[in-house]
C-alpha cells in the first residue's frame, strides 16, 4: 500500500470510531517507557 491508500483506508475506519495512536520506531526503540505511558494516559482519558 502507498502511504496515501494508507491514511485513506485510516479515515475510512476513524469514520466509524476507531481510533490511532501512532508512534515513530525510534521513539519505540529508544523511550519504550515514555510510549507506554502515553498509551496508559490515553486509555485512562477515553475510557468508557
Known amino acids: 500500500m502507498t502511504l496515501g ?3 485513506l483506508w485510516q479515515e475510512e475506519l476513524e469514520s466509524h470510531g476507531i481510533q490511532f495512536l501512532r508512534f515513530e520506531e525510534r521513539e519505540v526503540r529508544k523511550d519504550l517507557n515514555t510510549v507506554l505511558d502515553v ?10
Open 5 to 7: 491508500e494508507i491514511l
Open 39 to 48: 498509551i496508559e494516559r490515553w486509555i485512562e482519558f477515553n475510557a468508557i
